[in-house]
Structure formats: C-alpha cells, structure tokens
C-alpha cells in the first residue's frame, strides 16, 4: 500500500505541493484528476524520489517503509513503475532494448519481453525499430511495457492518453483495466474524468498542489457536477 | 607544397587511429556523464609512463599495456568517486575540477619522470618495416592502424551487442529515466569513467611508442581529443571514429602542406562544422 502524507514539495523555492494526501490500496486503480500546472506531475516524481522537486515535508510510505530519501532506482526496485508524461523512450534503443536493458533475457521470472509482445503484438512486429522510429501509440504501448519488466506492484501512469487518437486511448483503458484485474495497483494521472471513469476505482482530485476532492468511482458516476468545476469541461 | 604520398597517408591514418583510441574514451564519458574531463590528456600521459615504466623493467610491450590500462581505470575511479561525487550536477565545477587534476597530475609526472623525453620500448616482432602498397612502413604504425580498428570493433559490439552498452546508450539519452527503471546508472557511469580512462591509458602507451612522451603530450592530446568530439558529435563513437579519420589526415595534410597553418588547417574546417552542425556530425540534442 502506497500511503502519501502531507507532502510539500519544492521547486527551488516554490512551493508546488502543498500537504498532499492520498493512499493507492494494493491491486486497486486510482485516478488522479486535475487541469494544467495543478502538480500531478510533481507529485508523481516526488514518489520516485527524483532529483527534482524536492520534499521538504511530509512522508511517502510503501507497504510501511519510508521511500523518501531513496534513490529513484532504489523506488524501482521496490517494485514502484513509471510511466512517464510523453513517454521518455530511449531514442537510441530498439524496441527490444528497451525491455531488454531492464531485464537480462536469461531471466524467465515475472515479466520478459516475449509476454510483452505477446500483450503488445503492434511492439512485436516493430520490435527491431528504434523509440523514435515508432507512432504515438505504440511508443505508449512500450512505455508501459518497459515498466511492467520491473515486475511492479504498483504503476504510476503520467497521463499516458495524452496526444493520443481516440481510439488508441480506448485500446489504453483495455490495457489498464485487464491490468488492474491482474492485481497491479496503479495511480493515473488523467485529465480527462470519463477516460479515468471507464477503468478506475476510486478519484482524488488535485488543485494547486493540493488534493480538493476524493470520491470512489462509483459516486462520481452518479454525479459528478461537484467535480467539474476543477476539471477541464471536455 | 605538394601532394600526399601513400607514407604521408599512412601517417595520417595510424595518428588517426591512436587519436580514436584516446578520443572514443573521451566522448564515452563526455556523452553519459556529461563531464567534459579535461585530466583525460593527463591520463594518456600518465598510462603513457607507466606503460614505458613497466614495459623497461619487465621487457613485456603487452604487460606495459596491461598495467598501463588497470592504474589509469584505478586513477578514473579515484578521479569519479573520490572527487568529482563532491560537485556532482555542477557542469562547471566538474570542468574546473578535472582541470586542476590535469595540473596536478601534469606535476606528479614531472616529479616521478622528469622533464626528459621517453618512448615505450617496442616488442621485439613489431620492430623493423615492412611493404604496404609498393612502400616501405614501420610494422609498428601498421600495429596501431589495426589496433585503432580492433578497439572500434570491440567498442561498437561492447554498445551495440551487450546489456551494459545498452544501460550506457540508454544513459546518454535520458539518465533519469534509467535510474526510474530501477538501475543504478551510478554503476553505469563509474564503469564507463573507468573504461574511457583505461582507453586513455592504453593510447598513452601506445602513442608513447611513436610519438614520444614528454611533459606537454597531454595537452596536445587533448587539444585534438576535443577537436575529435566536437567535430564527431558528443558521445557517438561512429562520431569519433569519422572525428578521428578528419583530424588525423588534416593533421598531416596541414603539416605537408601548410606547415605555417597546420592548427588552423584542423581548427578551421572544425569551426565550419560546427556553424552548421551545433553537436557535431553525429551528435544528437538531449
Ligand atoms: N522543473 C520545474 N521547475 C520549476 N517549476 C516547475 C517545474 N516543473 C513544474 N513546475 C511548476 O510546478 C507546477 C506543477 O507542475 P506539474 O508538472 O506538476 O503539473 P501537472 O499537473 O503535471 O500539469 P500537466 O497536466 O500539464 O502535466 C506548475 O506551476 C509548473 O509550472
Ligand atoms: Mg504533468
């Protein structure tokens, strides 16, 4: 279980999150909803305890231990995934490469890069191709893929149906949602609230660094007239 | 003035491969690390003397390569982790940094070594020449030729072929997003930092066989291992080898040719390259 508690991050000295708090329960999806600038982004790097923002305050606790402090690579490694806003591949590696450099392919564990194409037979046919030879949606389906070769208990999912066709978002939320069923927990960042609705179980919504509203998806589908005042009118 | 003959070529192209070994040890650590490390010439020269020390005490060319390689990967490793951990994300501080190893380490040479001139004795079946294409060569400068494209070969498949080239190539592009994978790209670039300073090594005494060493080889070597990677393109070892191959024939051209203009015979072209190509020919924005 990921418990956030009262983080203030800090970029140099503004102060982007202001007391977040927010929990993501094993194996359940969790939306996090919020238009431009309001710090989703920082509060997902602030997870994986990269370089930048800093936290000043507050704690990120997984499965009770402290992350903040660590490394990014050590988050990773306690099985925290990320898939980045607009992708971040890796311009110089195939398709391959960039599942293989997380795992050596002698390791027959969890997930290899033939279960990945296996999910993602688009990845597959492609699979020699470099990151920036690919289309949008197939540079989405690997990024998801390479977070999934960390073998994750939880993804953290920056807006991954940013810039992409409708209905490539809609063969997104398949992907989520048969996830979600095998047990990962994820947090997505979403901005659009009825793409978040078809695959998650639970809202939080975020306004200027902090969290405004918090509603399990089954509320926000009967009425969600409290929401839209944060959110972007689709 | 005249024309290039085949020996004038051939002269180009073994200076060439020596600057590929030295260069491609530089750009390796200029594209992952981001540190232009200008104690890189130093290094050369240091392994330089080693490789001559230890190959006239033990008679062994090969054992002075050896030993050459394994103290300048150690010295990398105490210039990465002793030093340069304490100014890390300081690109200016680094430089600064790596300039003040240079004069030190320059210093330390002069104390060790002398002011003298030496040069690597060269093992017993390399000495002497040999015919290439109608001409008279030293088996030596042939010995470098292959060897540049040796290291080129085994470079390229250390990148293109293995998991760690790779965690290093993936490092180039976007070291976040390695070390987010749940690598410690820190390891990545400490054994990339080693691996470009015994490269350095292996060049000083290499090169130290045919070019001599004395106590300013290593700014000269630099001086041209920049021009290398500015022209190749920061980080490409493609880029280095095609870097390499123009500065070492217009090296030689400028000295056959414009001996009165032999650094601007190298440093013009690089500044017209670098009007139109801003990373150099196979460098790529981050
Ligand atoms: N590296 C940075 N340095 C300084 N300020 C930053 C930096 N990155 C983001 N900010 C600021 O922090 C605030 C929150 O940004 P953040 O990227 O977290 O927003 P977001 O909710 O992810 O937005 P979007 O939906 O556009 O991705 C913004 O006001 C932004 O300008
Ligand atoms: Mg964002």
């Known amino acids: 279980m990921l418990e956030i508690k009262d983080v203030q991050s800090f970029y140099g000295e503004a102060l982007v999150l202001n007391g977040v708090t927010m929990n993501v329960k094993p194996g359940e999806v969790v939306a996090l909803l919020g238009r431009n600038g309001m710090g989703k982004t920082t509060l997902i790097r602030s997870i994986m305890c990269l370089a930048q923002p800093q936290v000043r305050a507050g ?157 399990s998806a089954a509320e926000v589908r009967t009425d969600h007239s409290s929401l839209m005042k944060y959110l972007v009118v689709q | 003035m005249g024309g290039l003959n085949l020996i004038q070529l051939l002269n180009g192209l073994t200076f060439a491969s020596l600057l590929f070994i030295v260069a491609s040890g530089f750009t390796l650590i200029f594209g992952l690390l981001r540190i232009v490390n200008l104690a890189h010439g130093a290094l050369y020269l240091f392994g ?93 400068r042939i010995f470098v030729l292959l060897l540049g494209v040796a290291v080129f070969a085994a470079l390229w498949l250390m990148l293109n072929r293995t998991r760690l080239g790779a965690l290093i190539r993936a490092g180039v592009d976007d070291a976040e997003m390695v070390e987010a994978m749940g690598i410690n790209i820190r390891r990545v670039f400490l054994a990339t930092f080693m691996l470009g300073a015994s490269l350095a090594g292996l060049g000083g005494v290499v090169g130290g066989a045919f070019l001599t060493l004395y106590p300013t080889a290593d700014s000269e070597i630099l001086v041209f291992s920049l021009a290398v990677v500015i022209i190749g393109g920061r980080g490409s070892l493609v880029g280095a080898a095609v870097g390499s191959l123009l500065v070492g024939l217009l090296n030689t051209i400028g000295q056959v040719m414009f001996p009165e203009l032999a650094y601007f015979v190298i440093f013009g072209p690089m500044a017209a390259i670098l009007a139109f190509r801003p990373l150099g020919l196979f460098g790529r924005a981050v």
């Not at chain 2, 490793?77 to 004069?103: C, H, I, N």
């Open chain 1, 59 to 215: 704690s990120i606790k997984w499965n009770g231990e402290e992350l903040l402090g660590l490394k990014p690579h050590g988050v990773a490694q306690r099985k925290i995934a990320l898939v980045p806003q607009g992708r971040r591949l890796f311009p110089s590696l195939t398709v391959t490469e960039h599942l293989t450099m997380i795992k050596p392919t002698s390791v027959k564990e969890g997930w290899t890069a033939e279960k990945i194409f296996d999910m993602f037979p688009r990845l597959a046919e492609r699979r020699s191709h470099r990151g920036n030879q690919l289309s949008g949606g197939e540079r989405q389906m690997l990024a998801v893929g390479r977070a999934l070769m960390i073998d994750p208990e939880v993804v953290l999912m920056d807006e991954p149906s940013e810039g992409l066709a409708p209905v490539m978002v809609q063969h997104l939320e398949t992907i989520i949602a048969e996830l979600g069923k095998t047990g990962l927990g994820i947090l997505l960042v979403e901005q659009n609230l009825y793409s978040a609705l078809a695959v998650c179980d639970r809202v939080y919504v975020m306004e200027t660094g902090r969290i405004v509203h918090e509603a």
């Open chain 2, 48 to 140: 330089g003397y080693i490789g001559y020390t230890v190959a006239g005490s033990t008679g062994n060319f090969f054992l002075g390569v050896l030993a050459s390689m394994l103290c300048v990967a150690l010295m990398g490793l105490l210039l990465d982790e002793g030093l340069l951990r304490f100014v890390r994300g300081f690109d200016l501080r680094q430089v600064l940094l790596t300039l003040g190893v240079a004069f030190v380490l320059n210093d330390l040479a002069l104390v060790l070594w002398g002011g003298d001139t030496f040069s690597v004795p060269i093992p017993e079946m390399l000495r002497g020449a040999t015919t290439i294409g109608g001409v008279f060569y030293p088996k030596y």
